[in-house]
Every structure is written in C-alpha cells, then in structure tokens.
C-alpha cells in the first residue's frame, strides 16, 4: 500500500456513459498527476495539480476529460460520453516537492467501455 | 522518436543472472525515475536519480546527465523480478515515460 487510493478499481460501461474516478493522495502531497495506460505501452500523461490549481492538462486530452481538485486533497477524473478508445488503466500518483520528490502511485482505475 | 527509449522490449533470464535495462532520453531533464509495474498495475517507484548512482539491495541505478542514459542492473536476480520495469524522467513538473522493460526471470 503506498498510501495513494483510487475508486473504483474497475469500472465496465456502455459507450456513452459519463464515469468518474477519484484518487486520494497522500495527505501531505501538494502535486497530484492523472495518467492514462494502455495494454503494452507506458503510461501517458494526462494532466496535475499542485494544490488544487489545475497546472497543466495534456493537448492530447479531449473536452471529454475534466479533472478536478477543489480543495487541494482529493481529485477526481470526469469522462464525458465514453468512447471504446478510453478503455484503459487510469493512474493517479502524488508527490511531495518539498522533500524527497518520489512518486507514489496508486493501483489504478480500470476503465472497459463496451 | 520517443522522448524516452527502453531497451530491450523483452527480457529473459535465468535465476541467478546479471541483468541490465537501459533507458536513453531526449530532453533535459530534473531527475529520472526507475519504476517497478507487476501484473495487475501497481507501480512501485525503485529510484529517484538526478546524477550518479544509487543502490538498494539487489538494484542498482546510474544516470550519466551528459550522455542522457541511464541504466538498472539487478543482480542475482529472482523470479520474484519479474516484472515491467519503466523508466520515466522528470520533465518540467512532469514525467514522460519509456514504454518499459518486461523482464521475466525462470527458476
């Protein structure tokens, strides 16, 4: 357990449900990341936060997609009208400038849009 | 061109070997993560590098800034390796990862 949580683990839908997924870092962690897996290929960067002010956001990454962290601890990941390409492993890592900079991720939201 | 480059794709061995993965970047970078995925998708940071060497247990991880590469070395390794190993480095405020390093390590 490295202290980052993520809800739910798995999660099948339809195309064109909104789904949501939530992480919750490390309480004393003020940046938060979202990253995208898919099968074979290395994670892909989505978006972070430091505190709760959305820092940057992938231009790869559809109006689809919304992140939020509103009071800088817990964020969550909207996906609007899914599509079978979002099918995918959603990773969600947070990390302590301050200190030592490790990342810590959590397991990971499974996403299967039938 | 990826901005970060793993090498080999796949890797075997047998219990006991010497083992190497390396990872080659295009951009400058802050530091340079080692990162340990095993079936199921947990990630497990191993390293945190940003000059030199750093060694913990069995691993083993340099970084050579001038030459962007970095290399993990396990030594003696165990079955209980087997796993994708994925070298990311920090870039601005974030990281940029290889597609990784599946390793699987036979008795």
């Known amino acids: 357990d490295t202290g980052v949580s993520q809800n739910p683990r798995h999660k099948i839908t339809k195309r064109g449900q909104n789904v949501t997924f939530r992480c919750d870092p490390i309480?004393?962690?003020?940046?938060l990341y979202w990253y995208r897996q898919t099968l074979g290929q290395g994670p892909e960067f989505l978006t972070y936060?430091?505190?709760?002010?959305?820092?940057?956001k992938s231009r790869l990454l559809s109006d689809r997609f919304s992140a939020e962290r509103p009071k800088g601890s817990f964020s969550t990941l909207e996906i609007q009208r899914t599509e079978q390409g979002d099918s995918a492993m959603y990773l969600c890592?947070?990390?302590?400038?301050?200190?030592?900079?490790?990342?810590?991720f959590g397991e990971g939201s499974r996403l299967t849009v039938l | 061109k990826n901005e970060v480059e793993q090498s080999p794709q796949n890797l075997t061995a047998q219990e006991g070997e010497f083992i190497t993965i390396n990872c080659s970047y295009s951009?400058?970078?802050?530091?340079l993560h080692w990162l340990q995925q095993h079936p199921g998708g947990g990630i497990v940071s191993l390293f945190m590098?940003?000059?030199g060497k750093k060694k913990h247990g069995r691993l083993i991880a340099t970084i050579n800034i001038q030459e962007k590469h970095s290399s993990l070395h396990i030594t003696a390794s165990h079955p209980r390796d087997s796993a994708v190993y994925i070298c990311?480095?920090?870039?601005?405020?974030?990281?940029?990862f290889g597609t990784g390093t599946r390793l699987q390590v036979f008795p």
């Open positions: 936060f430091q505190n709760e002010a959305q820092l940057e």
């Open positions: 590098l940003s000059s």
């Open positions: 990311a480095v920090r870039y601005t405020d974030k990281l940029i």
């Open positions: 309480s004393e962690h003020n940046r």
């Open positions: 951009v400058g970078i802050s530091a």
């Open positions: 890592a947070s990390r302590d400038r301050v200190n030592t900079g490790e990342l810590f």
